[in-house]
């Protein structure tokens, strides 16, 4: 039988029967086990779970396979790092993730900062609205598929959505990433938890540690992670182009224009720099 590891608990794990939907509690056989089944995994499975099937990607903290959608929470408070926002991105392309930008606290929300984040975002990632408190939450449900995750900042309200979603106390409120990172929240394990078609992983949170991939990126690459920079690029006079100075740079040329958003275009060469700090 094929089913999908949902919960891992020690040496035991949750499985979930891809075709009656029923879930197991099974141990896996020792040559298995060696190799690591994570929550997400798609396995093979009889009395013990015998074969994991290949991953699409594995992210190691939280521990989890297969995240097919990365929801990337801001809020008008705390205040938008949008450089976390634009590394998130290139972390979910580089990973095979799908990016979607959610900007919760919509009722705390004016317009001209949902008008800011769309003009910024809209040629990028798709861009909903949402509130957690006022339960404005339908494009959101609409948008779960495959395995899905939150991340950003603290406090955006990650965890507020989860429970909103399933009107149910699965996340913790109010609770400090700090401590998670510290390992005071160490037994706190990734579950999967089914939602329509899809599932939403409860991570308490996404390690900020994991955005050190960003940094190994060759800087030549770092815009191949751009989409809204494409049209632009094949315009670029050098091949090697950073897009940093204007020699015939089509990059800059669409910041120009007005075709690209200049915060984006800003934030890029900050995370050029410092991918270019990181090799020294
Ligand atoms: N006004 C408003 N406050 C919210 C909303 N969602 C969450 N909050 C509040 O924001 C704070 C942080 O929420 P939490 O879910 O712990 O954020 P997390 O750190 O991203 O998981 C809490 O005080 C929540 O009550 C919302 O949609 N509107
Ligand atoms: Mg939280
Ligand atoms: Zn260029």
């Given amino acids: ?91 979910c392309y580089v990973k095979g993730i799908s990016p979607i930008i959610v900007i919760n606290k919509i009722d705390n929300a004016d317009d001209l900062f949902v008008e800011n984040i769309k003009n910024i975002y809209n040629k990028v990632v798709k861009v909903l609205i949402a509130s957690a408190k006022e339960n404005i939450l339908s494009s959101l449900k609409q948008n779960i598929e495959g395995i899905c995750a939150f991340a950003g900042q603290s406090a955006v309200g990650k965890s507020s959505l989860i429970n909103a979603i399933f009107n149910e106390d699965i996340a913790k409120v109010g609770e400090l990433s700090k401590k998670i990172e510290r390992g005071k929240q160490t037994t706190r394990m990734v579950e999967l938890y089914k939602f329509g078609k899809g599932y939403i992983a409860d991570t308490a949170g996404f390690s900020m540690l994991s955005l050190n991939i960003v940094l190994d990126i060759n800087q030549r690459e770092l815009s191949s992670y751009y989409p809204d920079f494409l049209s632009g690029r094949a315009k670029c006079k050098y091949r090697s182009c950073l897009h940093e100075n204007d020699n015939d740079c089509g990059v800059i040329e669409n910041v120009k224009k007005g075709k690209i958003s200049n915060e984006r275009y800003q934030n890029y060469l900050k995370i050029l720099n410092e991918i270019k700090n990181n090799k020294k």
């Fill in 1 to 91: 039988m094929t089913g999908r590891v949902v919960k891992k608990n020690a040496n035991l794990f949750s499985v979930e029967d891809l075709a009656t939907n029923k879930v197991y509690q099974l141990s896996a056989s020792g040559k298995t086990q060696k190799l690591g089944i994570f929550v997400g995994d798609i396995v093979e499975f009889g009395e013990t779970i015998s074969k994991v099937f290949e991953r699409k990607n594995l992210l190691i903290r939280p521990p989890l396979a297969n995240l097919d959608k990365m929801f990337i929470v801001i809020a008008p408070s705390p205040k938008p790092d949008l450089i976390l926002v634009d590394k998130l991105i290139v972390y």
